[in-house]
């Protein structure tokens, strides 16, 4: 278990709709990662949050948008859904601002299914 | 533009063997390496990282090497069990941005 928590487990939705995924860090951790993993593919990196500020944009879509929270914890926002955002979504989460040597602890994703 | 390759996708070996995963990649501001381990239905989680000043890091039966002039790294893993059967990510980071770039995987199955 690496602390860090992901809600839903699975999604099933409907091309048009908008979904909401939600990450809580590992207690302490000020920053984090969200990624993408579709079929055949690595993960890919879509967007940093560090205590509530966005650090760094990956290859995001402008109809996915996220948010860090006072909270600490994060949620992606997909909206005008296709089926091709059908993919695991990991958020994953450091201590720092990925400082060097700071490993990142993922939790266990959040499958979509875009019909 | 991939910027880290895994070029085999899958690799089976032999219980006892070793496993040799491989990993390449194009950026020269690459300056620290780490391989992740991820069973199915569970997130990645880190197994062993090299900083670019080294060309080999070694944990109990897992050893990265790095070699910078052919911008490659490889994993091994001796001796090689069932339960190492999983995707093994690549990835890297550069001190200049504030991203790690994985590669696309490799499958790993380790028979009994």
């Known amino acids: 278990d690496s602390g860090v928590t992901q809600t839903p487990k699975h999604l099933i939705t409907a091309t048009g709709q908008r979904v909401t995924l939600r990450c809580s860090p590992r207690s302490g951790d000020l920053s984090v990662y969200w990624y993408q993993q579709s079929l055949d593919q690595g993960l890919q990196f879509l967007i940093h949050?560090?205590?509530?500020?966005?650090?760094a944009k990956g290859n995001i879509l402008e109809r996915f948008s996220a948010q860090q929270f006072p909270d600490l914890h994060s949620e992606l926002n997909l909206s005008s859904l296709e089926l091709g955002d059908s993919a695991l979504y990991f958020c994953a989460s450091t201590t720092g601002l990925a400082a060097l040597q700071e490993t990142q602890y993922f939790g266990p994703g959040t499958r979509l299914l875009v019909l | 533009d991939q910027q880290v390759k895994q070029n085999s996708p899958s690799l089976s070996v032999q219980e006892g063997r070793i496993s040799i995963l491989n990993c390449d990649y194009t950026n020269s501001m690459f300056d620290y390496f780490l391989w992740y381990k991820k069973y199915p239905a569970e997130g990645p989680t880190f197994l062993i990282s090299i900083s670019s000043i080294k060309d080999k890091n070694e944990d109990g039966r897992f050893t990265v090497f790095l070699n910078k002039s052919a911008k490659h790294l490889s994993l091994h893993i001796v001796p090689s069990q069932p339960g190492d059967s999983a995707v093994y990510f690549c990835a890297a980071r550069a001190t200049s941005y504030d991203k790690v770039i994985f590669g696309p995987g490799t499958s790993l199955s380790v028979i009994p």
């Open positions: 949050y560090y205590n509530g500020e966005e650090r």
